[in-house]
């Protein structure tokens, strides 16, 4: 071995798969680099939703060893490339069969820099975030979940518990550095190359490898977390005063409702989480009475929390991703649940076809940020729907029916990756725009196994 490689047997070369130079990996990540035969790839056979069998793992631990990664990478176009964080991709791109994967979970400090200040690896974790962050009464407003990878959520958008008082993750990023396709470590933000900055608010895995974020956090103390399931029985005049609640509420109040497949004429249990930026318990009571007032009530709490227990709240420290197969969503961005959305809603959910659909609140602070700012751009929307399913369900047939109340999706949280749905994540001139940052920062399309965006439009976008 010249490269710094661990001797591996027989067996482990006999799994090697065709079409990867292993002999070629740089020195640099030889020794971590984990192959099919190897006692650390079980980690890889699985994301949060689907199962895996790449051919090599490279796992960087800075950002010159990302740039030896994507190099190598660029010489291996005929196999997939998935680029992993910490894996809850919902589409499970990050990890692939037979591919190249560059795991830069490794990359993972949480630095803050003084004031709101802090700069954040890739591979850190939205938990890791909120434990540093915490003791500090700061926030970064990220997902509803702790497990979830700053590289991911934070190159997307980063719809979370503070989007309708504080907008989105990618609102409060002040710069990303990046290893683009060209092997380069580019720094992007409103001053150093605006155009790449603009991208990687909402479509960064089109343009390279993310290896360092700075955001400016916000002031954040005790919350009120209220979990509240209610027992329905009109299920779309439930979703109905769901949005009017949800749209008439104080900036401070954000929240989700899950609900599942239903029968017409029963009850069926919608289970609401909703965040109230307050510790003071008359100020939590009247913004949430008329959220409370929606329908019956089977079960409620409310507690205050740390903004790192109200995102670890559903969150296991230690828990092994075990993603099987295909997993199957579809997204969608709505302006207003009215009668018409409302009915359409509930009656996908009656037929069936869903087992596991969510509401989530946007609106508020998410649409103070101008719509041409940032790649994201369905930015009038004031809830963001997810409906799991399969497609031997009827889920597709019911998401085309329901298409004329859509405006736009959220790309993370659609798992058909296709030319189809970028034309829905994307208002026109944003994906106009963002061809012709492909053009010129990845041209011949070494990012594109996630949401590609086709090279094309003008150069200078
Ligand atoms: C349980 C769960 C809860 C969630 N809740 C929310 C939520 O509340 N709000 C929300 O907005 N989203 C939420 N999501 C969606 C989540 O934001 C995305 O799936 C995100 O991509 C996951 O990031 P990751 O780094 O963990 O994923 P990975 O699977 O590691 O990566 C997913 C994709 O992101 C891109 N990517 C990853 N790392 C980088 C990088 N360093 N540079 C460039 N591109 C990169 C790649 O395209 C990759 O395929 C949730 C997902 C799950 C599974």
Redesign the pocket.
């Known amino acids: 071995m010249t490269n710094g490689a661990p001797f591996r047997a027989d067996a482990a070369l006999a799994r090697r798969r065709p079409g990867i130079d292993y002999e070629a990996v740089p020195a640099s990540l030889a020794a971590r680099a984990v192959e099919p035969g190897d006692a650390g790839y079980h980690r890889y056979t699985a ?3 689907r199962s895996a069998a790449p051919g090599l793992v490279l796992r960087p631990q800075t950002p010159a060893e990302t740039q030896d990664a994507v190099r190598f990478a660029d010489r291996h176009r005929t196999v997939p490339l ?9 589409s499970g ?2 990890l692939n069969h037979g591919g190249l994967v560059i795991d ?1 979970s490794a990359i993972n400090h949480v630095d803050p820099l003084g004031g709101a200040r802090v700069r954040i690896g ?1 591979g850190a974790r939205w938990i890791d975030v909120a434990r540093v962050l915490t003791p500090l009464r700061l926030a970064i407003s990220s ?3 702790g497990g ?2 700053v ?3 934070a ?6 518990w503070f989007a309708r008082e504080h907008g989105l993750t990618i609102d409060h990023l002040r710069s990303v550095d990046i290893v683009t396709a060209a092997g380069e470590l580019v720094h992007a933000s409103a001053n150093e190359n605006p155009d790449l900055f603009w991208g990687m608010r909402g479509a ?2 089109n343009f390279g ?2 290896v360092s974020f700075e955001f400016e956090a916000v002031p954040v103390g005790r919350v009120a977390l209220a979990q509240i399931t209610f027992a329905v029985t009109d299920l779309a005049t439930f979703i109905e005063r769901w949005g009017a609640a949800i749209e008439a509420a104080d900036r401070s109040v954000s929240g989700t409702v899950l609900l599942g497949a239903s029968r017409p004429g029963s009850t069926t249990y919608a289970m609401a989480s909703v965040v109230i930026d307050s510790d003071q318990p008359d100020v939590v009571a009247e913004r949430l009475r008329p959220v409370l007032e929606v329908d019956r009530i089977a079960q409620q709490s409310v507690s205050l929390a740390t903004y790192e227990e109200v995102i670890g709240a559903f969150f296991e420290e230690g828990s092994v991703q075990q993603g099987q197969g295909e997993p199957h969503s579809h997204s969608a961005f709505v302006r207003h649940l009215g009668a018409g959305t409302s009915t359409q809603i509930a009656a996908l959910l009656e037929s069936g076809a869903s087992p596991f659909f969510t509401i989530r609140s946007v609106g508020g602070a998410v649409a103070d940020v101008p719509s041409a700012d940032t790649a994201y751009g369905w930015r009038d929307a004031n809830f963001s729907l997810i409906a799991f399913g399969s497609p031997s369900s009827g889920i597709d047939q019911w998401w085309g029916r329901l298409a004329p109340h859509f405006e736009g999706m959220y790309l ?2 659609e798992s058909d990756t296709g030319p189809d749905s970028l034309v829905r994540a994307f208002p026109p001139a944003h994906l106009e725009r963002l061809r012709g940052l492909k053009r010129r920062y990845d041209p011949s399309g070494l990012f594109r196994d ?1 949401f590609y965006v086709e090279p094309g439009g003008s150069p200078l976008a």
């Open positions: 994301s949060y939703l998935g680029i992993f964080s910490a894996g809850h991709g919902l791109r990050s830069v890739p997902g509803d979940y979830v990878g590289g991911g959520l190159t997307a958008g980063g719809i979370g960064g895995a490898v993310a993370s949280f996630n």
